[in-house]
């Protein structure tokens, strides 16, 4: 049966306790961790620091990023249509793209690898000529915020607020760089899904992918959330601001925060974690537990994805 969805306020969605379902997620134990860039390493704009101690209940979260098949059985079921269809749009990695070249429409400012391709949506994710046929357990792809909140909403679940997510990805780890220490490779062997090589014109593939993995890539962390580095950045529910941190650390320690208010007449950024396949130290050092980075609520990408989250009680 056929539904619409609604956003409702511009707020993120929540949903009642008796809306509320748990299927594939994880619970969390409750409690407190230094949450931001304790090695100095972050990008001044992004605000990965002071690092400052955040409590948190318990929460659950979903073990994977939301897949293809999953979001095509949202689409199915309530013939919901994402942010980049409408627009008949989407930005796509140059070295992926799958279009006739009068589908390329150009390139955005600054990110010459980056190409805006006509057709590209969460069906056809490197532009019209590409589909997800053979992708079904690997992340959903060009979905806005505004998407995932839709998602959330038919799934009875909602988006992670950034401190539970960080909390989450660090599966019970304390202060180190990624889920599984402080080495990207430890032992010479690749841990998260990113890009080897240089970029933006050569991915070596050394880790076994050259754009995103399937969900279930390499190993879970301590709490049982796969693929938190790299593969693709996820969605919070949280808006964005550099100044967050500083604002916190000053009433520290915090409880369950949450993002920085914004005026709901305009478009605020929201908060992004994880990195994604194309990340790389040269220039996009965000595949790290204390990275932050932001788009419009309304933007999609084919490195952009999510995982859901809900109460514990």
Not at 17 to 36: I, W
Not at 119 to 136: E, N, T, Y
Not at 249 to 269: F, I, K, L, N, T
């Amino acid at each position: 049966m056929i539904e619409t969805i609604t956003l409702g306020p511009p707020g993120p969605f929540r949903p009642s306790a008796a809306d509320r379902r748990t299927r594939r997620q994880v619970r969390v134990p409750g409690g407190m961790f230094a949450m931001g860039d304790a090695f100095g390493e972050g990008y001044a704009a992004d605000g990965e620091g002071p690092v400052h101690e955040v409590r948190l209940d318990p929460f659950l979260i979903d073990a994977t990023t939301v897949t293809n098949a999953a979001f095509a059985a949202f689409v199915k079921d309530t013939g919901y249509v994402t942010d980049a269809e409408r627009l008949g749009m989407s930005a796509v990695f140059h070295l992926t793209v799958r279009a006739d070249p009068s589908d390329i429409l150009g390139s955005p400012l600054g990110t010459p690898w980056w190409l805006v391709v006509r057709g590209a949506s969460w069906r056809s994710p490197d532009g019209p000529q590409s589909s997800i046929g053979s992708l079904q357990n690997h992340p959903v792809v060009q979905v806005s915020w505004n998407d995932a909140q839709a998602y959330c909403r038919w799934a009875g679940k909602r988006l992670p607020t950034e401190a539970e997510w960080e909390y989450a990805a660090r599966g019970g780890r304390k202060g180190s760089r990624f889920p599984w220490g402080d080495e990207l490779t430890p032992r010479g062997r690749w841990m998260c899904n990113v890009w080897q090589g240089t970029f933006p014109t050569h991915n070596t593939g050394e880790d076994g992918h050259v754009a995103t993995a399937p969900v279930k890539s390499f190993r879970p962390n301590g709490f049982g959330l796969w693929n938190t580095m790299g593969n693709v950045w996820e969605w919070c529910a949280d808006t964005f601001a550099a100044d967050t941190y500083a604002a916190r650390a000053a009433q520290a320690p915090v409880s369950d925060p949450r993002g920085p208010v914004h005026d709901p007449g305009r478009s605020a950024p929201r908060v992004m974690r994880g990195g994604s396949f194309l990340c790389h130290d040269s220039y996009c050092y965000r595949y790290r537990l204390a990275a932050r980075s932001s788009n419009t609520a309304e933007s999609a990408a084919a490195n952009i994805g999510f995982r859901c989250a809900n109460d514990a009680g």
